[in-house]
């Protein structure tokens, strides 16, 4: 379970970035996870990522090559709110979900949720709130 939702977390923050509401550079992204449901709670994911001006460019190539494990779909852009889904295909099983992503110059928060059926819990239902910002150039 620990493995699909690192892989989610790891695909959600590649989906976050469209062009023209991204500045290149080291980005600090932190993602809490909630499993509704669950008597457990998985511990945040923090990390940071170097955007460049190319990638920055072309958000939807970058979101697709984000997790060979996801594929994002019905990525729009509306004023500075990025809407999306994707599902993910890992360690048996689909997970489908949906996301909002607010922009706000050098940071950004958003909200996605996930469902999938695991053989072990069953049903789950996760919900992810992230934040990202913006922490200067990347390292040469």
Known sequence: MK?????????????????????????????????????????????????????????????????????????KMDGNKLTFKVTCHSHGSVQTGTGEIVYGGDSYTGTTTVEMDNPKMGHVKMVNHMTGTRTGDCAK
């Open 3 to 75: 493995k699909i939702v690192l892989g989610f977390a790891l695909c959600v923050p590649l989906v976050a970035f469209a062009k023209g509401n991204l500045k290149p550079g080291n980005w600090h992204i932190k993602v809490t996870h909630e499993l509704v449901g669950a008597p457990f709670t998985p511990p945040p994911t923090e990390m940071d990522q170097c955007i460049t001006q190319q990638q920055a460019d072309d958000p939807k190539q970058m979101a697709k090559s984000g997790s060979k494990d996801c594929d994002p779909a019905d990525v």
